[in-house]
């Protein structure tokens, strides 16, 4: 049964690996985790590969840590954070925070910009520094990985599908775009990619999603994100699309 917290005096005994080479993350989350808990906890130490071997042969586990408390095996890690009652990460499920990271850092870095120029904050040009250094950071997460980047994108981009190349140039083209919308330099080339690759994905998003209600994983942060194709990835391709028309709107 789950429990909130350790009543005072309540001893755990933890069994992780300190080796010269490594030291266990998780055997350091457990004993964190139990300190904090209120725990009194009894850290035994496994230091070589032999004994780590001999402890999980003895107690039939594949893993450690592994935490006792009252003479009872809880397991690993993640198996404390549930008898705790605490929420447990899942790789595999579907998330925002990455993109809303991103989003956030851009922010940022717009008001930073403003702030080292003396420019008035929350300005149009913040916005505009804003809309191109998100296309910077997003750039550089898909460039990480083209490849997977691209795989994933082949998924859902109209233009993509009839011409495989553009998805492996994708993420130079946005590169390059935001780094002279935030440069203020060569808006007669920047404008006409950030329309292109903006545009071509609004209706490619819009379709995949609101059309034929696929459910697809974004490519937007990169191909090894669990951030779901909707709402915010179209709001990606329509900040660049309207950057790129207010860029064409004062150049005329």
């Known amino acids: 049964m789950a429990v909130s917290a350790a009543p005072a005096g309540r001893e755990a005994i933890l069994y992780r690996m300190v080796m010269p080479g490594h030291i266990c993350p998780y055997g350091l989350k457990a004993l964190h985790l139990l300190r904090r808990k209120g725990f009194s906890v009894d850290d035994r130490w496994l230091t070589s590969r032999a004994q780590t071997d001999a402890f999980k ?52 870095i717009a008001l930073v910009i403003d702030w080292l120029t003396a420019t008035p904050w929350l300005s149009i040009v913040t916005v505009e520094r804003f809309i191109s250094t998100a296309m910077i950071l997003l750039a550089m997460l898909k460039l990480q990985d083209v490849d997977r980047f691209a795989t994933m994108f082949l998924g859902y981009d109209l233009l993509a599908r009839r011409w495989v190349p553009y998805a492996y140039l994708y993420p130079f083209a946005q590169l390059g775009a935001g780094v002279l919308m935030l440069a203020g330099a060569l808006p007669w080339l920047a404008a006409p990619v950030a329309l292109l690759i903006g545009g071509v994905g609004t209706v490619s998003v819009f379709k995949a999603v609101y059309i034929e209600k696929r459910s697809l994983k974004c490519a937007c942060v990169g191909g090894g994100s669990n951030v779901p194709l909707g709402f915010v990835s179209l709001m990606e ?16």
Do not use: N
């Not at 705790?84 to 850092?105: E, I, M, N, R, W």
């Open 57 to 108: 042969a003895e107690h039939d586990v594949r893993t450690t840590p592994q935490i006792f408390i009252d003479g009872e095996r809880i397991g690993g890690h993640d198996d404390l954070r549930r008898y705790l009652g605490l929420k447990v990460h899942d790789p595999q499920a579907t998330s925002y925070v990455p993109v809303l990271a991103l989003f956030a850092v851009a922010a940022l």
């Open 237 to 252: 391709d329509i900040l660049m699309s309207v950057m790129a028309l207010w860029m064409m709107a004062g150049m005329m």
